[in-house]
């Protein structure tokens, strides 16, 4: 334990611990947290030791937190009063507790907090105030999240893994946001990832298990730090490497675990540059399919993680049947359609291309008349042989007359009728 220090606000008695009995007293409010927390009106303390959590990657990760132990709260948390024996604490965590929202007092007199650790204690929902950086809150019942006037510049990671999210309504203004896991949240459905479009530091993007069915992409700008982003055990059906051109330094894709049967991954070379493994297996290929993409990736360099196969056919050590090469079929009669109304796209583009041209051709064609006329203002006569344009400027040196508009005029209307 460190040394304990005076708590900032020093003219409240119980932060102001000094050294010989702090301890002893902390075990005394700690013991008597859980009993004592059913009425209201209580104090509970926290205690400054090593804490075990996992970081962005999942590896093992132990840092100092200040650790409530035990807290259960009914639907009145702000019966609880939380303190420390130093509120400077900037890391803070609740362990074996229970309530459905973080209580306010707890923002209140850690005034200075950036990391709050509340995996595990059935909340229902979440504020998230202005200074947190990192905000595990997985394995809970959260349905409504709440930013701090609805923004955060500070917030750097945040885990919401197995809720009960609807929407990401709230969470777009994220600006600071490296990492966000949202995986296993089946009520998300398909999202866009439009909704990301601020989000431009964010490097680690987990969408597995949201119950996406299609990729929508409407992002206006690249996200250029995504790196890592995972759709797998979703319900997509198709895929088109198109769907990830917003993301040039993706590394990692994950699409196992969906219902995949056909994915288009001609120009994966071109619209993700720096791609090196797509996890692809679990999903139901037909064998022809799978062997002609695993071959296109595999010749790219791209490594296609695979699964174990046990009852299908394996095409490069990915299960596939023969079965749903019927699916493919099927499959390919739908993408003739769609490309149909691509090629009724490009016509209806090459229309408006046409109509566009034949608008500048006229303007064109406009000028030419009016040059022509200048030209015929200044010489008086445009279809005078070269012979004849010595006399010609002779006459135009000898007297002005020529240069007044009657035959010019004349010209101008030939043109026009000649149309
Ligand atoms: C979004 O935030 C507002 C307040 O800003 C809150 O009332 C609402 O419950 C939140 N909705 C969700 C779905 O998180
Ligand atoms: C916060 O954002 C949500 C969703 O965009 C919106 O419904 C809510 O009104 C916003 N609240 C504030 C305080 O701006
Ligand atoms: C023709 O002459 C007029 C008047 O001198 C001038 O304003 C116009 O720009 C000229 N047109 C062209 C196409 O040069």
Redesign the pocket.
């Known amino acids: 334990m460190p040394a304990v220090r005076p708590g900032r606000r020093a003219n409240r008695s119980e932060t102001t611990w000094s050294r010989p009995w702090a301890s002893v007293v902390l075990v005394v409010l700690l013991f008597g947290a859980k009993l004592t927390l059913e009425a209201t009106g209580e104090i509970v303390i926290c205690n400054y030791e090593k804490f075990h959590l996992f970081d962005s990657m999942y590896r093992p990760r132990t840092d100092n937190f200040c650790v409530f132990n035990d807290v259960y709260l009914g639907s009145d948390v702000k019966g609880a009063d939380f303190l420390a024996s130093s509120l400077d604490y900037k890391r803070v965590a609740f362990a074996n507790s229970k309530f459905p929202q973080v209580p306010p007092s707890l923002f209140k007199n850690f005034d200075d907090i950036r990391e709050l650790y509340v995996r595990r204690c059935s909340l229902e929902s979440l504020k998230i105030t202005r200074l947190l950086e990192k905000v595990y809150a997985g394995s809970n019942r959260i349905s409504a999240v709440q930013?701090d006037?609805?923004a955060s510049n500070s917030l750097r990671e945040l885990y919401l893994d197995g809720n009960r999210l609807q929407g990401l309504?709230?969470l777009?203004n994220l600006p600071a946001l490296e990492v966000l896991v949202l995986e296993n949240n089946p009520l998300l459905g398909d999202i866009d990832f439009a909704q990301f479009g601020r989000m431009e530091r964010l490097w680690k993007l987990d969408l597995e298990r949201v119950g996406m069915a299609r990729i929508a992409n409407g992002l206006q700008r690249p996200l250029a730090q995504l790196r890592r982003l995972d759709l797998s055990n979703n319900a997509l059906t198709y895929v088109h490497v198109r769907m990830f051109r917003t993301f040039p330094k993706l590394e990692h894709l994950w699409l196992h675990g969906n219902r995949l049967y056909y994915m288009e991954a001609d120009q994966v070379r071109t619209l993700m540059p720096a791609i090196r493994s797509i996890v692809i297996d679990d999903n139901p290929w037909g064998c022809g399919h799978l062997a002609a993409l695993g071959k296109e990736l595999r010749d790219r360099g791209i490594v296609v993680r695979h699964g174990e196969c046990r009852k299908d056919r394996a095409v490069h050590r990915v299960c596939c049947t023969d079965e749903t090469d019927v699916m493919d079929t099927r499959y390919l009669i739908e993408l003739d359609i769609r490309r149909e109304g691509r090629f009724q796209q490009d016509v209806r583009e090459l229309r408006a291309d046409n109509d566009l041209l034949r608008r500048e051709l006229e303007r064109v064609h406009l000028q030419l008349a009016e040059l022509v006329t200048n030209f015929t203002r200044s010489t008086p006569d445009p279809s005078d042989r070269p012979e004849q344009l010595v006399a010609t400027v002779e006459e135009q040196a000898s007297g002005e007359e020529q240069q007044d508009g009657s035959i010019p005029a004349s010209d101008e209307e030939y043109d026009e009728g000649a149309e």
């Open positions: 930013l006037g609805n309504a709230n777009t």
